[in-house]
């Protein structure tokens, strides 16, 4: 079953902590990307990777890290430097031939702070 | 930079209803147009993809029209049902590879 997946579902990060999501996708695509929504706001891209071993920064890339050692997972890392990590996360990913083809979204993880 | 709006935010209608959403943007030099459709909590679904040398796409209750030019795009949905009830997001393709989204419109369909 080809999809993109994502873990967990909710995280909830402490003060001063920093917290890693998961994107895995089994699609054999060349790019990936970290979206995130906010209520009433559209996606906003966060970083995104077009091949292994190579990443960029999107809108809003402070406070994040990302790394794309294996073509199949692009992990997430909200550092303690993000001061409102409270938002709905989504990963998603392409052949990524621009202009021809979709993104694909994996399910979301919701983070929350406690 | 790249802005798109969805107008209306919500819209209510009655079952069987066709209905139009709109979107525009504000920088006509995008490689593609894309319909997504999510559903509360959870991730985005692709509805339809135009290209920018495209004037619209079909899939099957759904028609999605392009004008380039002047920065507008509509999604025509016929015969809405229950089903439909959702939140519709437009998103355009700029360069490398970056989607800008807006804010989508809440459609709720009343059996």
């Not at chain 1, 902590?17 to 990936?32: K, R």
């Not at chain 1, 995104?48 to 997972?73: L, P, T």
Request: aromatic residues 10%; charged residues 20%; hydrophobic residues 30%.
């Amino acid at each position: 079953d080809g999809g993109i997946t994502q873990s967990p579902k909710y995280l909830f990060r402490k003060e001063g902590q920093n917290v890693t999501l998961s994107c895995e996708q089994n699609l054999n695509h060349d790019a990936m990307y970290w979206y995130r929504q906010d209520p009433g706001q559209g996606l906003r891209l966060i970083y995104y990777s077009q091949i292994v071993n190579d990443f960029q920064k999107g809108d809003i890339a402070e406070g994040y890290s990302v790394s794309r050692e294996k073509k199949e997972s692009f992990p997430l890392t909200v550092t303690s430097a993000q001061k409102n990590p409270t938002a709905f996360y989504l990963c998603a990913s392409s052949e990524g031939r621009r202009g021809e083809e979709t993104q694909y979204f994996g399910p979301g993880t919701r983070l929350l702070v406690l | 930079k790249q802005e798109v709006t969805q107008i209306p935010a919500a819209l209510s209608v009655p079952e069987g209803e066709n209905l139009v959403l709109n979107c525009s943007f504000t920088d006509s030099a995008i490689y593609n147009l894309q319909w997504f459709r999510q559903d509360p909590g959870k991730g985005l679904t692709s509805l339809l993809l135009i290209q920018s040398s495209q004037r619209e796409q079909t899939s099957g209750r759904l028609n999605a029209s392009l004008d380039k030019s002047s920065g507008r795009s509509t999604l025509y949905i016929a015969a809405s049902q229950p089903g439909d009830s959702a939140t519709y997001l437009c998103a355009v393709e700029g360069g490398a590879n970056n989607l800008f989204f807006g804010t989508g419109t809440r459609l709720t369909v009343i059996p």
